[in-house]
Nanobody, 120 residues
């Protein structure tokens, strides 16, 4: 069974930085893509950033220049470095991965989320 576990959320002042990490575990054969989504109270979940196995990245316009996504294929981890945080970045951040495992063809997996709170 595949699991995604996030860490690194917390409370930070506007202008500060946080680093989120996510580790995938289980009977993984291949991870096609890993990324981060977020969901603020009363809003829909939205894409923040994604990185595919070849290293290409895609960012939402609202984080370009502030956030950086990185991946360690050997460790099956993905990280999100968040700089110049704004109060509007406050949300639950979810790790997402497209994974092929020994028991399941390519499927989408989600972590349980980690809360990021940015105070004014």
């Amino acid at each position: 069974q595949v699991q995604l576990v996030e860490s690194g959320g917390g409370l930070v002042q506007a202008g500060g930085s946080l680093r989120l990490s996510c580790a995938a575990s289980g009977s993984i054969l291949n991870i096609n893509a890993m990324g981060w989504y977020r969901q603020a109270p009363g809003k829909q979940r939205e894409l923040v950033a994604v990185i595919i196995s070849g290293g290409s990245t895609n960012y939402a316009d609202f984080v370009k220049g502030r956030f950086t996504i990185s991946r360690d294929n050997a460790k099956s981890t993905v990280a999100l470095q968040m700089n110049s945080l704004k109060p509007e970045d406050t949300a639950v951040y979810y790790c997402n991965a497209l994974i092929t495992s020994t028991t399941r063809a390519r499927a989408n997996y989600w972590g349980k989320g980690t809360l990021v709170t940015v105070s004014p």
